[in-house]
Each structure stands twice: as structure tokens, then as C-alpha cells.
């Protein structure tokens, strides 16, 4: 089977820098992708689209300008500690960078800093199904929902990796049965225990995003870590850098473990000399490696 030019790049990368067993880096190959079927073309302008009644529930749809009847598409979620700054306007140069490459881009807005984290995974599963109607309408039937895929940076990586596993949530959960099940998931830097951030991590954001400290309020950390719902059926790849001094590697390199003992296809990819918020910088390979990976997925 031939491979595309992205995928051929982004599994060399995998060789090169996510495959050490002596930098404790643990990869399982993805499936081979399919033939390339992604045409780079420039990205149209966004479709701006609501999802609720909040002013936050909004987001941004670009659409590949080409003629293609049928096109993958990611859901972009922004990092930024569960904060209210920075928004969506945050991701709005890499959700451009993916679009170019022929992938429809949903890079969503939603509640945060608001005292209620619930509100937060609620406007993630509506954000997410919405794709099955007014963003669907939008994009004139052209959005592929079995090909969807979540990213995200950091908290937006926590929210992205929770929506790839929302599905396995205890039935009562009210986010339990989405509608769009997301098939893969790249995610930058993101946060997969939430208690093990708080406690041992040392980080502030969690605490003020949940409500307390784990001792306090169990219930909500094992409801917002990825980390307990596995497997989920869903190829995940975990991108980060080995100098990120806000979120620990060890979160990446510890979720993709307990993913793959638990039956997932998961990889992880860690980047020498990379930092934090170097996700966000064009001119840096966390950048190209992260469009590389969204692409190489997008065409599986």
C-alpha cells in the first residue's frame, strides 16, 4: 500500500524520535494509512457557527476551498488553564495551518472560569455534536463524521482526550452517549490525571478548574481525568516536549501506556528541547509536528 507524503514524514518522525524504549517513550503503530487523499488547498473563511445559549458557546468552521465531496474534519480545543484568557483566537493560526491541508476545522469557544465545571464538558459534547447538524447544514453535507478527530493543547488537551472518551462515562453521566464519536485524537502537552497534576505536580490550575484538591472531591477528578476511561477505541497519538516546565511528559508517556495495556491504539511523541507553549510558535517542529500528525490521522 502506498503511503502519502505527510503520513510517509510523520511515521518517519515516529522512528526517529518517539520509538527510544531508553527514554522511556512508548509507541504502538497506528493502522497504515490509506492512500493520500488530501489536497492542500488554501482554507476558506470560517464559518462563524452557535452551539448554545452562553456567549461562549460559539466557534469558528473552516472549510478546505476545493471540490471535494467529502472531507475529515478536527475539533480544536485551545488550552490556557480552564481560564477565560486566551480564547479560541488562540488556535485561530493553526486551525488555518490544518485547513490548508484539506481538513475541515471546527476550533471552538466554550465556558471556562465559571465556578462550574460542568459546564465546561457540557459545552465540549454539545461543540462536538453539533457537527451532526447546524455545522453539518453549514458545510453543505460535506463534513465526514466517521472521520472526526480532537485536538488540543494542554487544558484543551484534557478536554479533547475527555471527549474521545466520553462515550465510556457511566450511563448516567449526562454526557454519555454522543452523538459524533470522535475516531481519532492528537493532543499537545494536555493533562491525563488530573489528581496526579494537582497532588504531585504541583499545578494551580486544576484545583481552581475542578473545585478542590482530589482528597476533597474524588468524584470529580476521576469524572475529568482521560486517564480513567480507558480503553475508548479511539487512536490517540500524545505529542510533548522533554523541557515543558507547566505540564509534566510524564503525563503523555504514562497515559499512552495505560492506553495501550488497556487495548488502545496510542503513540506517544516526545520532542527534544520543546517547551510548553512552543505549540503554538509556526516556527517551531512542535508546530510542524503537530500538523503532521492531525493530517496523517485525517487520511487514515
Known amino acids: 500500500m502506498k503511503f502519502g507524503r505527510t503520513a510517509a514524514l510523520f511515521m518517519t518522525l515516529i522512528t526517529l524520535v518517539g520509538c527510544s524504549t531508553a527514554a522511556g517513550v512508548s509507541t504502538l503503530p497506528v493502522e497504515p494509512p490509506l492512500p493520500l487523499t488530501l489536497v492542500p488547498v488554501p482554507s476558506a473563511t470560517p464559518i462563524r457557527l452557535v452551539y448554545g445559549p452562553d456567549v461562549d458557546n460559539v466557534g469558528e468552521l473552516y472549510l478546505p476551498d476545493n471540490d ?153 477528578y476521576a469524572l475529568a481525568s482521560p486517564i480513567r476511561h480507558l480503553p475508548t477505541d479511539v487512536t490517540i497519538t500524545a505529542i510533548h516536549g522533554d523541557t515543558d516546565k507547566t505540564v509534566s511528559a510524564g503525563q503523555s508517556l504514562d497515559y499512552i501506556e495505560a492506553a495501550r495495556l488497556a487495548g488502545d491504539r496510542a503513540e506517544s511523541i516526545i520532542l527534544p528541547g520543546v517547551g510548553h507553549g512552543d505549540f503554538l510558535d509556526p516556527r517551531s517542529i512542535a508546530w510542524s509536528t503537530t500538523i503532521d500528525t492531525i493530517t496523517a490521522h485525517a487520511e487514515s
Request: glycine share 8%.
Open 68 to 220: 471535494a465531496d467529502s472531507v475529515p474534519v478536527v475539533v480544536m480545543v485551545h488550552g490556557g488553564g480552564w481560564l477565560s484568557k486566551p480564547d479560541m483566537t488562540h488556535f485561530r493560526p493553526l486551525a488555518e495551518a490544518v485547513a490548508e491541508r484539506g481538513i475541515a476545522v471546527w476550533n471552538i469557544e466554550y465556558r471556562r472560569e465559571r465556578n462550574d465545571y460542568k459546564d465546561t464538558l457540557t459545552d465540549i459534547d454539545n461543540a462536538i455534536d453539533i457537527l451532526a447538524t447546524t455545522a453539518q447544514e453549514a458545510a453543505g453535507g460535506r463534513l465526514d463524521l466517521d472521520r472526526v478527530q480532537v485536538a488540543g493543547h494542554s487544558a484543551g488537551g484534557q478536554l479533547a482526550a475527555w471527549a474521545a472518551s466520553r462515550h465510556t462515562l457511566p450511563a448516567s453521566a449526562p454526557w454519555a452517549q454522543p452523538r459524533v464519536k470522535p475516531r481519532n485524537a492528537t493532543i499537545m502537552a494536555g493533562v491525563f490525571d488530573m489528581a496526579r497534576a494537582a497532588r504531585s505536580e504541583g499545578d494551580r490550575f486544576v484545583p481552581r478548574f475542578l473545585g478542590g484538591m482530589p482528597d476533597d472531591i474524588p468524584e470529580r
